[in-house]
Each structure stands twice: as C-alpha cells, then as structure tokens.
C-alpha cells in the first residue's frame, strides 16, 4: 500500500480515537466537573520515543503514542489514556500528594482504581522499546502459534476419531482425548520464575451484542476445555462503533484447542441450520426463533455428549488417581480464576435464556448435536449458557 495512503488511514483511525476519547473522558469526569480546581485537558496522537503516554499540566494535555492503537488495540489504548487521566485529576483535586508522594503513590492508585482501571495500567511504567513490557494486545493470537504442538495435534486426532461409527472406538477416543488435556493442564507449566502460565486470546464474533449460540459455545470452552471466557465491548474506529469480542484466557495449547472448538461450532452451527432450513420451513418453522432453537439444541446435544464421555472417562481411572486430578484440576481452576480477576476486576454472570418454540427444529438439532464431530480447524478465523460480561 502507499505510504501516503497507509498515513491517511492512521490519521483517520486516531482522529475516531479522539473523538471516542472525548466521550470516555467526559464520562469518567462527569462527576468532578461541577468543582472549580477541575479544568478540562485536550487530548492528541504524537510521536513519542519511550513512552505511551504522557501527561503535561502546565499545557494542560495528554498526549498518547500515535501508534498505541496499532500496537496495543482499544484496550491499551484506553488504558494508556485512563492512566494519564487520573495523573490529571490528582494534580487537580492532591496538589499536596501530587507534591509530596511518589508520582504513582497512594493518591494516584486511589484515583486510579476509582476509574476502574486494570492492575497493568496502573504500573508505573510501559517501556515501549521491550516488548515484554508492552500493553497486552490479544487479538492477534492465533491458534497457528501452537501448530505442531505434540498435544494439540494428538487431542486433535482422537477428537476426529470419536466420530467413528463403532461406538466402542468412539466413546474410547473421547476418553482419551479427555485423559490427555487433562494431565496436560496438570502438568507443570514452563515459565520463568514466577511469571504466570496464563495468557488472554481474544477472538472476533462478528456482532454488536451477546447471542445465545456464542454463550452457549463459551459454555462449552469453559467446561470441557480448560479455560475461561469473558465477553467484552472493544471500539472498532475503522466502523466508528462498539462490537463484541470474545476472550479466552488459559494456558496456551488450551487456549489454541478452545480456539479451534470454537470456531469449528460456530460454522457446523450455521452449516448444519442451513442444510435444514428448507425442512424447518416446510413443517411451519422458520425465522430467528426456529434457528435459535436448532443451535442450541443441536449444542445441548453435544454438551450432553461430551459430559457422557466424560463421566465414563472417571469410572474407568482409579478412584485414588482421579479424587488426586480432581484436587489438582481445582487448584489450576482457582488460579485461572485469579488471573480473570486481576485482568477484570468487575464482571458479571449473564443468562441469555432460550425456550425453544420449535419442536421438530429442536429434534433435528439435538440429532445433529449427537452425530457431530470435530475435525481439522476451520480456516478463517458457562455455567450452563452463562459467560462473563466486562462490567
């Protein structure tokens, strides 16, 4: 592409960024706009050698990196711009321990937990020249980083075999495939000392609001795969509107598998909708409530599937070694849990609900949930139907 083309479309995509930084900094300020100490601060896009951002009070302006959108996403960058945010309102409304304390001391972490900021943005520094401590950008990882891993491609093998038309070796390849993610999550992480083992994947879902098939095929990732799954706005400038993302967090080769489930359930949802579609509108069901109810019956049949195997999977270990897995798979949950926290300090639990009004559509779905199995990845890309909304 055109340098000059390439420098126009950055300009355009910071100019959206500002105008949505506007908003933000309106509403995170709304409150204090009623006092005389509060004085409003303009914000611009500047080349900068060392550093994200940058807050100047005697010109009364934060300046953000102009490329933190490019290396960052949303997220850094309102981070980032939070951050400087709540450098200004201490000097404004502290002036004392804006004086006195550490420039990321007491004040300003109490300002800063106020606008609900995560733990990584309040740190006191982001060295944009060591890529190790750069804000986390997760969407561009992409299950292709964990191509060839031993395990993925083995998990990956026994899950196509649980198709076979024998039942015994199918029910035997689910199992093993479960006994083999299992001891992989129980096996000792390789990481440096004390560094955490988990890392955020954030995959695109295409819609402006949390649909009951996403939640449901979150449900899924969460129980059987050993992740977790949080649904989060994220500003889109080249659109000019908020979309929905759907993050995984985990360790990478489950991040990779659940990646993959995901996707692969996604368009065996659609595929599998459209193959029956003329059916459904022949017997006097079409429409959204029609397909929703195929989708989430045909994965409720699977879900159902999964959880068989499952159970048969721990009548065949001895009792012994399983309640010793079973301990350590809570352990791993609960520190997994903790890395949700830290990363998103507030959420809530959302049921999207669904009350199929669709009999011979729900038929046709669970039957298709019962035959379904997963292949090779598609290209291109809890709790019951429950997932985590960024609050």
Request: charged share 25%.
């Amino acid at each position: 592409m055109d340098p000059n083309i390439d420098d126009m479309v950055d300009a355009m995509v910071n100019n959206t960024l500002q105008h949505e930084l506007s908003r933000l900094y309106y509403n995170v300020t709304y409150r204090y706009r009623h006092c005389e100490e509060f004085v409003p601060f303009v914000t611009q896009f500047v080349p900068m050698s060392d550093k994200w951002g940058q807050f100047e009070p005697e010109k009364r302006r934060i300046n953000l990196h102009q490329d933190l959108f490019k290396r960052g996403g949303w997220e850094a960058v309102r981070g980032v711009f939070l951050h400087e945010v709540a450098h200004q309102l201490v000097y404004q409304f502290y002036p004392k321990a804006y004086r006195d304390e550490p420039p990321h001391g007491r004040a300003f972490r109490n300002m800063a937990e106020s606008l609900n900021l995560n733990e990584i943005f309040i740190r006191a520094s982001l060295d944009i020249r060591d890529d190790k401590d750069l804000p986390p950008n997760p969407i561009g990882k992409k299950s292709k980083d964990m191509e060839g891993h031993p395990v993925l491609s083995k998990v990956k093998k026994l899950l196509a075999l649980s198709g076979s038309s024998n039942q015994n070796e199918a029910a035997a390849a689910l199992a093993a495939a479960e006994r083999l993610l299992s001891r992989h999550n129980l096996s000792k992480p390789e990481t440096d000392g004390g560094s955490t083992p988990f890392e955020r994947w954030r995959l695109k879902v295409g819609c402006k609001r949390v649909e009951s098939k996403l939640s449901y095929i979150a449900s899924i990732l969460h129980k059987f795969f050993f992740v977790e799954c949080i649904f989060v706005k994220e500003f889109d400038p080249m659109a000019g509107e908020y979309v929905m993302r759907l993050e995984i967090l985990g360790k990478p080769v489950n991040l990779a598998m659940a990646e993959h489930v995901f996707h692969f359930l996604e368009e065996r949802a659609e595929t599998l909708w459209l193959a029956f579609k003329p059916t459904a509108h022949f017997l006097g069901e079409s429409g959204r409530g029609a397909k929703n109810t195929f989708v989430i019956s045909m994965l409720s049949a699977f879900e159902d599937k999964l959880h068989k195997e499952r159970k048969e999977a721990i009548k065949a270990t001895p009792p012994e070694v399983a309640q010793r897995e079973m301990a350590l798979v809570e352990s791993d949950g609960f520190s997994l849990k903790c890395f949700l926290r830290e990363c998103y300090p507030r959420t809530r639990t959302a049921n999207p609900g669904h009350r199929p009004n669709a009999p011979n559509s729900a038929r046709a779905g669970r039957k298709a949930g019962e035959d379904l199995t997963i292949h090779t990845p598609v290209q291109g890309g809890r709790r019951g139907p429950q997932g985590y909304l960024e609050s």
